[in-house]
């Protein structure tokens, strides 16, 4: 009788817990959405059709993963907490085209689960309401491991989405701006309030659509140089970049060499990291790089 309802709908949320006598974990970022329509946008704006997969990250008692089945050809979801998964096992019963996999999604070997469960879809997007004390190093793992992805669709929190999309010059602007725009184009999709949740969460909710890139934009000769250069500039954010980069790769002289290195990348020594653009970053990186300057 019970499958009547949706399972995101609070009456049946509640039922599910009660009857599997399941108690939330803070500490797992247990924050279970009650809301069809946040639902249906996040799903949405994933572009999901039967040729396409999706990969969910904490289905939780498979509210959102119900929805994903109905509009992907193959869904996998990793769910860390082992009480979960005999209740994922019973709402997405009826869906055979999806898979449950018990672990921590940071160590999961991504690669192997792509070939096994995406072979037969033409293409696989992320869609989650991301655990938010995990938030940045999953999406991180995501756009590093180059996995073939074409978009990320995540609920995170509203501050972390304004820094993801944030544009050069502005107060949310830093190292993981740059980060998420280098591999990918992000889109805000909609403010989300506490009330869609339970339990609520103590911050404000965004989602966020991260447009998978198949290349970066810029040009940059060593990434792992590159992404020195970005974290060092922002080090201390209301020093100069020519402070901040002489701290961390000019510790004792040569701030002579570091300036005119600065002006060969067409960059005054006396901004701001705040101010730099994703291609003056690339720029910079790889000016210093040729200069002889490294890690
Ligand atoms: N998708 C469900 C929903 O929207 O109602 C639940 C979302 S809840 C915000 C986050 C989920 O991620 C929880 O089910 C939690 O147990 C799971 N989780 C937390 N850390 C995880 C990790 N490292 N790997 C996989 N799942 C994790």
Redesign the pocket.
Known sequence: MHRMDDI?SPRR?KEIIQRHGFSF?KS???????DQNI?GKIVEAAGLDSTKGAL??????????EKLAQEAGAVT?????QR?IPILQEVLEPYPHVRIHH??????DLDALFAEDFANVSKVSVV???????TTP?LMKLLEEKLPLENIVV?IQKEVAERMAASPGTKDYGSLSIAVQYYSEPELVCIVPKTV?IPQ?NVESAVIRLKVREQPPVEVDDEKFFFQVVHASFAQRRKTIANNLKTRFFPKEGREQLESLLHAAGIEPSRRGETLSLQEFATLSNVLLKGGVTS
């Open positions: 995101a949320t974990k797992l970022g247990q924050n279970f959405l009650i639902l969910e990250i904490g289905p939780g008692i498979g509210a959102l993963t979801a990793v769910e860390i907490d979960l672990g921590d999604v940071l160590k999961t989650a309401n991301l655990p938010y004390y995990v999953i609920m949740f969460p």
